[in-house]
Structures are given as structure tokens and as C-alpha cells.
């Protein structure tokens, strides 16, 4: 049996989830997520490393991880996503040289600044020959190296850093069958995961990211039209936001007008999030090689919301879902919904890990 640990260490909160592989069956082991005290993270990047440290060191103890090699995920304004198109080679070697050269060529920032990945999305024949489309990602070397220093000074060891977009399409997304893997026919999921300050915007095809972008918008945005609305603190807007969402029943023991007016902070208050979703998807729509989108699968803590699938499904004409992690593990013990959306990154940091897949 081999076991994962993944964290996902966000503005206003820290998720960890571990997952037991034995005999192909991934099962779940332990999930936690607590808040972080405000100021240590902002839009993915680190600023305050050494109090971040201590608050990782603390979690990991309290939640009982097993070991000290932890797997990361990042996503923030230093992170820069491009798609390339290159001839398909098959030698793994030259693919990389192939795919760091146009990188450098492409993406604004000193290839010795940068740890770069990649990831091969589809190979199609053209007149030329067969080609290859390539997702590539170049994040910051010093924020990459920031981020695995302060795992290391809370005593862990860091075993692997992927981009958070990649693990929501697993943690979201079933592996493609083999049979339609690649397939030209296949139609594209959009993947709207709402965290605390920003909310990542993916696009994928067989599960593989063709288009994702960060809009600057999370849950804290409606918090804060629900405080300004009701004159309520920030910690009552959090619990009635969720409690109350956009829409349903009236609440027992609740003021009608009070839900009436949480409602319609709610409402006015996710029309950015509405309109950076409708911008995203029009831009992936323009690209030459955009397919028909079939659905969007809405995760994090916002998904917790009651009735924001259907606002969002309203106003982008399009179906949309919540989704659940807890369909890619075989066994998510007693994992909760509530738990589960807002440790989406997590657990699909954790099943990229060789030990899950």
C-alpha cells in the first residue's frame, strides 16, 4: 500500500487530503481544512513565509498526515499558461528541447527565471505533417522556490509542485475512456473552480486542459456584498451566505426580509463572476481549435452556495453541475460535501502522484 499526501494553501484557508492506493483502489485516508489567519497568502503568492511555516507545521499535526512528503499546487499571476504547436516528435528528449525553445520564444520572462512544464493536449495532421498542441506552463523560479522553502521550514518534504488547473481536472473529471481518447468528436467541459480571492477557469478536452485563465473574483467578493447589504460582520456574511444561497425554500427561524436581502447581494453580487466566465469560454470559442463546450462543472467553496448552478446555468446558457471529488476515489469514507468542494485542488494534487494513478 502506498500512500499521497497533497496541500492546498490558499488566501484564506489550508486543505490537505491524503489517499491509500492498494490493489488499483485509491481510497481516502484523511481530508482537513482549517482557516488561515488573514495577510499570509494573497492571490496565491506568499507573504508572510515564516508565520505560513508555523500554520502548515500545526495543520499537519493536528490533522495526523502520515510521513513528511507532501505534494503542492500553485496558481497565481506569476504562473503563465500558453498554447503552442509544435511537429510530433516521438522522442521524449527532443519533445522537451522542442517544447522549452518555443517557450522561451513565446512566454515574456528569462527562460533562466523559469522552471517550465508541459503538457500534450492533441496530435493532428495537417497538410505538413502530423503536429502536436502542447499546454505549457512557466511559473517564477523564486516563487516556486519560495513556496517549497516554506514547506520545508514546517519540517516537510516536497515531493512534487503542479499547476492547479491540472489537479482540478482530476479531482473534477473521469479519465477519458481509451477508446475516445483523442477523439476529434469529443465535446469540451468547462471547469469554474471559485476560491477564496480568484477563481480559476479551465477548459478541457478528455480531461486535458486546453485553455485556463484566472479571473479575480472568489467567494470573499460575495462575503463582503452580502456584509455591505445587511450590515452584518464578515464572519455572519460567510455563514448566511452559504446557508441562505441565491435560491430555494424559506428558512425556518429566519427574517424573510433578511433572506430576501442576502438573496439579492448574492444575486447582484456574482454578476462579475458571470461575465469573466461568459468572457473565458467566448475566447476559448474564437481559438481555431475549440470544440462545441458541453457543460460547466462548478467546484470550491462557492459551489456550496445553494442555487449558484442555476444562476450561473441562467446567465451563460449553458447546463451546469456542481462537482464532487469524492466520484474519483473508490472509497471516500465519510468525506462531506462541504469538505470535499473546498479540497477539490487537493485531492487532484493527490491523485497525480505515480503511488494514485
Known amino acids: 500500500m502506498s500512500t499521497v499526501v497533497a496541500l492546498d494553501i490558499g488566501s484564506s484557508a489550508i486543505a490537505g487530503v491524503e489517499l491509500k492506493t492498494a490493489r488499483e483502489r485509491v481510497t481516502l485516508a484523511k481530508a482537513a481544512v482549517e482557516p488561515l489567519p488573514p495577510g499570509l497568502v494573497n492571490d496565491g503568492e506568499i507573504l508572510r513565509p515564516d508565520e505560513l511555516a508555523d500554520e502548515i507545521k500545526r495543520f499537519w499535526r493536528t490533522a495526523r498526515f502520515s510521513g513528511k512528503k507532501v505534494r503542492l499546487g500553485v496558481a497565481n499571476q506569476r504562473v503563465v499558461v500558453r498554447t503552442i504547436e509544435l511537429p510530433a516528435l516521438e522522442d521524449e528528449a527532443e519533445r522537451r528541447a522542442a517544447v522549452e525553445f518555443e517557450a522561451a520564444e513565446q512566454i515574456p520572462i528569462p527562460p533562466e527565471q523559469t522552471v517550465v512544464d508541459a503538457q500534450p493536449v492533441l496530435r493532428f495532421t495537417t497538410d505538413a505533417g502530423e503536429r502536436e498542441r502542447h499546454v505549457v506552463v512557466a511559473a517564477h ?106 435560491l430555494g425554500e424559506p428558512l425556518e427561524g429566519w427574517d424573510p426580509e433578511t433572506v430576501a436581502e442576502v438573496r439579492h447581494a448574492l444575486a447582484l453580487g456574482a454578476r462579475p463572476l458571470v461575465r469573466e466566465i461568459g468572457r473565458s469560454l467566448d475566447y476559448y470559442r474564437s481559438q481555431g481549435f475549440s470544440r462545441p463546450i458541453e457543460r460547466l462543472v462548478l467546484s470550491g467553496g462557492t459551489s456550496l452556495c445553494t442555487g449558484i448552478d442555476r444562476y450561473l446555468q441562467q446567465g451563460l446558457g449553458i447546463p451546469v453541475e456542481i462537482g464532487d471529488p469524492r466520484r474519483q476515489l473508490d472509497e471516500a469514507g465519510d468525506l462531506t460535501a462541504e469538505v470535499a468542494a473546498r479540497a477539490a485542488v487537493a485531492v487532484g494534487l493527490a491523485l497525480d502522484a505515480p503511488e494514485a494513478s
Open 141 to 246: 523560479r523564486d516563487m516556486v522556490e519560495g513556496l517549497a522553502a516554506t514547506v520545508r521550514r514546517a519540517g516537510l518534504h516536497p515531493t512534487g509542485i503542479d499547476l492547479e488547473a491540472f489537479a482540478i481536472l482530476r479531482a473534477l473529471l473521469p479519465p477519458p475512456p481509451v477508446i475516445d481518447e483523442g477523439s476529434a468528436d469529443t465535446p469540451a467541459v468547462a471547469v469554474c473552480h471559485v476560491g477564496a480571492e480568484v477563481t480559476n477557469m479551465i477548459v478541457a478536452v478528455d480531461r486535458r486542459c486546453h485553455f485556463t485563465r484566472l479571473v479575480g473574483f472568489g467567494g470573499s467578493h460575495l462575503t463582503k456584498a452580502v456584509a455591505e447589504r445587511t450590515g452584518l460582520t464578515p464572519e455572519e456574511s460567510e455563514v448566511v451566505k452559504t446557508a441562505c444561497g441565491l
